[in-house]
Nanobody, 122 residues
């Protein structure tokens, strides 16, 4: 099954930054919306950010607004998530997936990657 590949996770101290990448790897991200999701232990998966097909519109969950920035490079078929001012509450496995329309509703997304672990120490 072809699926996107996430990378860029790791261990960072609170207040630090990471940039995650989601490479399409055999899929196409055009003309799809791409979303970044996260799932912390014992919690449901949530969409933290999504970006429409041309990067003209994006949507963020309230807890990351002003700290996270989603962007895309359609020439490289890659979507990024820049995470600043990280907090231990941001610790989770981060996944990317694509959807037909701009939304943060999970059941609209498919073609999930394997995820990348982000751990923020206090």
């Amino acid at each position: 099954q072809v699926q996107p590949v996430e990378s860029g996770g790791g261990l960072v101290q609170a207040g630090g930054s990471l940039r995650l990448s989601c490479a399409a790897a055999g899929l196409s991200f055009t003309p799809y919306t791409v979303g970044w999701f996260r799932q912390a232990p014992g919690k449901e998966r949530e969409c933290v950010a999504a970006i429409n097909w041309n990067g003209g519109s994006s949507d963020y969950t309230e807890s990351v607004q002003g700290r996270f920035t989603i962007s895309r490079d359609n020439d490289k078929n890659t979507v990024y998530l820049l995470m600043n001012t990280l907090d231990p509450e941001d610790t989770a496995v981060y996944y990317c997936a694509r959807a037909q329309y701009l939304s943060r509703i999970e059941n609209g997304f498919g073609s999930w990657g394997q995820g990348t672990q982000v751990t923020v120490s206090s």
